[in-house]
């Protein structure tokens, strides 16, 4: 089935929702995105426009194929128009009520009995997200990594009830239409790589929270010392705050253990707004371009 999925729905237009959208268009196929208002609608067709252009500017693509990729993507606020997709590709924000209320849309919504619904979700288990539907054999998770057109990585996590049909379509398509490695995880918080990666996110918010150390020499520590490409808390600003309390919560939740809990600055700081490079300060302040 990879190779007859010509359009794949989009739900949520944010950095991974765009982002998405903008590798399955690269990649030739229609896309369709739905968007709760035309205000974030528009926001995230800026987004994408956005990184496109980066992309030429990085020659990574030429101005034809940019042009080519923003026209296969239309963004809308009518479920209704995700109807003939083959797969849909849930990237809301990370709430399992939003996430629920979502899959229970496209449920009614895609007319194929064997299109793939698929979360985006970085922590929340798909088994929860598949009861919303009648068609829980159909529904997986592919966690795509921020940002999307430059990360190789997608985790395809399965459920108790995905079909294994399921599975060899998903990853088809992943690894051959998208040209991405796919890795598999159990249907467990956090997947592979939230599971080994908030402990230590987390670790590093505590340090800088006790004022062990800086927050500079904190991230020096880990890219001169552990050859990171990134320290860990300009890493969690990429990722967002929000974002970061949320899987961590998530975490707790499952397996309540004490070094998935969020420390009280994380919380301060995602109370405030203060969420990282989406907002423009987080653990450091960044200035708009």
Do not use: W
Not at 182 to 191: E, H, K, L, N, P
């Amino acid at each position: 089935m990879a190779d007859t999925i010509t359009q794949v729905g989009v739900v949520g237009s944010g950095l991974m929702g765009s982002g998405i959208a903008e590798v399955a268009a690269r990649a030739g196929l229609e896309v369709v995105v739905v968007e709760a208002s035309k205000e974030l609608a528009a926001r995230g067709h800026k987004k994408l426009e956005g990184s496109l252009a980066t992309a030429v500017r990085r020659q990574k693509l030429s101005e034809d194929e940019a042009s080519k990729a923003l026209a296969y993507v239309r963004f809308t606020t009518d479920y209704a128009e995700l109807a003939e997709s083959r797969l849909v590709v849930e990237a809301v924000t990370e709430d399992e009520q939003v996430k629920l209320e979502c899959f229970r849309t496209l449920d009614k919504v895609v007319r194929a009995d064997d299109a793939l619904l698929a979360s985006n979700t970085s922590s929340i288990p798909i088994m929860k997200l598949a009861t919303a539907t009648s068609r829980p054999e159909q529904v997986l998770g592919l966690h795509f990594f921020n940002p999307v057109p430059v990360m190789r990585l997608v985790e395809l996590v399965t459920s108790l009830m995905t079909s294994d049909d399921v599975v060899g379509q998903a990853t088809g398509f992943v690894t051959g239409v998208l040209g991405k490695r796919v890795i598999r995880s159990q249907d467990r918080a956090g997947f592979v790589v939230n599971a080994l990666l908030i402990p230590y996110l987390l670790s590093a918010v505590r340090m800088f929270e006790s004022g062990f150390a800086t927050r500079e020499d904190i991230d020096a520590g880990m890219v001169e010392g552990c050859a990171h490409p990134m320290g860990p808390l300009a890493l969690s600003d990429l990722i967002g705050l929000d974002t970061m309390q949320a899987v961590a919560e998530s975490l707790y939740e499952e397996f309540k253990e004490p070094l998935y809990a969020a420390p009280p600055l994380l919380s301060r700081m995602v109370e405030a707004g203060l969420l990282g490079r989406k907002t423009g300060r987080g653990f450091y302040e960044y200035v708009a371009r």
